[in-house]
């Protein structure tokens, strides 16, 4: 069974940073494009960065750039997503996403492989 697998969510107060890690288990993703996603009660899956197979381009909403960074851990197999400066606006589920690297990236049903998500909540 493929799985991806979210850790690192909490509760941080704004300005704070966290790092939200996938670790996918069932096959390896390491020439995949890996992304994370958001969601918030009510609202559509939202795209936040992803990087790609091969070259590792990432690419970022522009709500989220210059404050997180994603990249792939030290096992090649594992992705992160850092987060600086946390606005209450970032509250949601985060969801780490992989789809063969090629095509459009930020949109969400372009994925078949998904994560359950964890919430990251920002108090103001």
């Known amino acids: 069974q493929v799985r991806l697998v979210e850790s690192g969510g909490g509760l941080v107060q704004a300005g704070d940073s966290l790092r939200l890690s996938c670790a996918p288990s069932?096959?390896?993703?390491?020439?995949?494009?890996m992304a994370w996603f958001r969601q918030t009660p009510g609202l559509e899956r939202e795209f936040v960065a992803v990087i790609t197979g091969g070259y590792s381009t990432t690419y970022y909403a522009d709500s989220v750039k210059g404050r997180f960074t994603i990249g792939r851990g030290d096992a090649k197999n594992t992705v992160f997503l850092q987060m600086n400066s946390l606005k209450p606006e970032d509250r949601a589920a985060y969801y780490c996403a992989a789809k063969v690297s090629m095509g459009t990236f930020d949109k969400s049903d372009a994925y078949p492989y998904w994560g359950q998500g964890v919430q990251v909540t920002v108090s103001s």
């Open positions: 069932g096959r390896t993703f390491g020439n995949y494009a």
